[in-house]
């Protein structure tokens, strides 16, 4: 759902937008100056019922306010921002994502920004405003469809807005737009998003974004030699795609990035099948190739100085009569051969083989992002993801990525004496360990494929779909993490 954004220094309680919400700091309100004119047209009211129900102003907390014909709006919303100090992106986006959110399907809303957001802020209350809006609604009919949708939202700020905070406005939209085509991705039923699907949203966006693309289908897998993909997909009568985007700036890149994405369309979890509670969740077993194609769309809105390649292993896991088994052994495009153990533990093979061919292109550093293991969720819980490296200074700038983007990773431990787990007696490597540190071995079997090249392992397992809203993230799926890895590229030396 595409809206429109637009920017104003006129008075909001005579704008035309249903409804207005104010975002506020945490403190008094009386000493707030973008909301005493509209409390003043309120008759006080505002303040007032914020101090009856204990309003504090802290990050996200909301209230709201009729305004009974006093002003245009219908309904005033009062969105903190938590404190003054230490304002950054990442709050003022999840603020606004949460006022759009709380709007609902109103024609036009009017937000009043504090003085203090400006410049390029900017860009973060676009896209906030852009996710907060997002809704999914393809196979919604009849009733269940809403009447009406939000199309418009304005900001208003005292001061002449310019020609730099117009363009950073625009341009967080069009980075909203591209988290929300990860969104898309993620929310689609599997019936429809095929490996097939997911390569012809991929085209789409290279189409767009006028990047190279190049895809290989199951022929085309097998003779590269991704041995161990094509395994995955083989028990399916859906077959699996291979995918390879690539961004080229307009001037010589200084570097170069390599994203791996697991696009596993559908996991039954193959011959050792899931139980079924949960099995539905299944669909989203591709959000870290959909974290890709959204990231590849940003970039080419963005256009960094860095090259980038989005690279998608996407097939499904079924199990079937050609389905693969237990104890089968298989080559890989690195020319080393697996002991499969559980067929559960697909999405690491499909990396393994897509890594080795990001390897091959000679990045300065390759970073995959993976649905991989319940191990991670067991660890860290539903709102944090995993991400692994044996470099400090990589480990910093993705944290630090990760808090400008306001998405939850933490960084987990390479444990190498757990290395042992992955002997196998008749093959080179066996490709799960114990039960114990699953999300550790898991990372170092795709260590195990990438070389010498830099690398960051990120484990994705639970944010990408979430259970209800918060923040910036809808229920459903979320875009988790394009917005750090956009950051990470954006500032990548």
């Known amino acids: 759902m595409a809206i429109e954004v637009k920017v104003s220094s006129a008075d909001a309680a005579t704008g035309d937008a249903g409804i207005i919400a104010v975002l506020v700091f945490e403190g008094a309100l009386e000493k707030q100056a973008h909301l005493s004119a509209i409390d003043e047209a309120l008759g006080g009211a505002v303040i007032a019922h914020a101090k009856n129900v204990d309003y504090a102003g802290r990050e996200n907390q909301v209230i709201e306010v009729q305004t009974l014909g006093r002003l245009t709006a219908r309904r005033l919303l009062i969105v903190g921002l938590g404190p003054r100090r230490g304002m950054d992106d990442a709050r003022l986006r999840h603020a606004v994502a949460v006022a759009t959110r709380t709007a609902g399907t109103v024609p036009k809303l009017g937000i009043v920004l504090p003085e203090k957001i400006q410049g390029a802020q900017l860009r973060a209350a676009a896209e906030g405003a852009g996710l907060g809006a997002y809704r999914f609604l393809k196979y919604f009919t009849g009733d269940r469809l809403p009447k009406t949708q939000l199309a418009e939202v304005t900001f208003y700020r005292q001061g002449k807005f310019t020609a730099v905070e117009s363009k950073a406005l625009a341009l967080g939209l069009q980075v909203a737009n591209a988290v929300c085509i990860a969104r898309d991705a993620v929310n689609e039923p599997p019936n429809v998003l095929t490996p097939d699907a997911l390569a012809q949203l991929a085209k789409q966006v290279a189409k767009d974004g006028k990047l190279k693309i190049h895809v290989l289908d199951k022929k085309g897998i097998e003779k590269a030699g991704m041995k161990l993909h094509y395994a995955v997909g083989q028990g399916s009568t859906n077959e699996p795609r291979f995918v390879h985007m690539t961004y080229t700036p307009a001037k010589k890149a200084k570097k170069t990035i390599a994203f791996v994405g697991k696009g596993l369309t559908f996991d039954s979890g193959g011959l050792c ?81 897509a890594l080795a061919y990001a390897r091959n292109l000679g990045p300065d550093l390759i970073v995959d992002i993976a649905t991989l293991t319940g191990a991670c969720v067991v660890a860290l819980g539903k709102f944090y993801s995993a991400f692994y490296t044996a470099d400090d200074k990589l480990a910093r700038a993705f944290s630090l990525s990760a808090d400008t983007a306001g998405e939850s990773f933490w960084r987990m431990p390479i444990v190498d004496e757990m290395k042992e787990q992955l002997k196998s007696q008749i093959a080179d490597l066996k490709h799960t360990g114990d039960r114990w540190g699953g999300s550790i071995t898991a990372a170092l079997f795709l260590r195990e494929f990438v070389g010498e090249v830099p690398w960051i392992h990120c484990d994705v397992a639970a944010p990408v779909l979430g259970e209800r809203a918060r923040g910036m993230y809808p229920r459903g799926g979320t875009g988790h993490p394009v917005l750090t890895l956009l950051n990470f590229v954006e500032t990548f030396k």
């Open 273 to 353: 099948i899931k139980p079924a509670p949960g099995m539905e969740e299944m669909k989203s077993d591709m959000a870290g190739a959909a974290a890709v194609i959204g990231l590849m769309a940003a970039i080419a809105a963005i256009r960094p100085d860095v090259e980038v390649h989005g690279i998608l292993g996407a097939a499904e896991n079924m199990p079937d009569g050609s389905a693969y088994r237990p104890s089968d052994v298989f080559g890989s495009l690195d020319g080393r051969t697996v002991e499969i153990i559980n067929t559960d533990a697909e999405g690491r093979l499909v990396l393994a083989d």
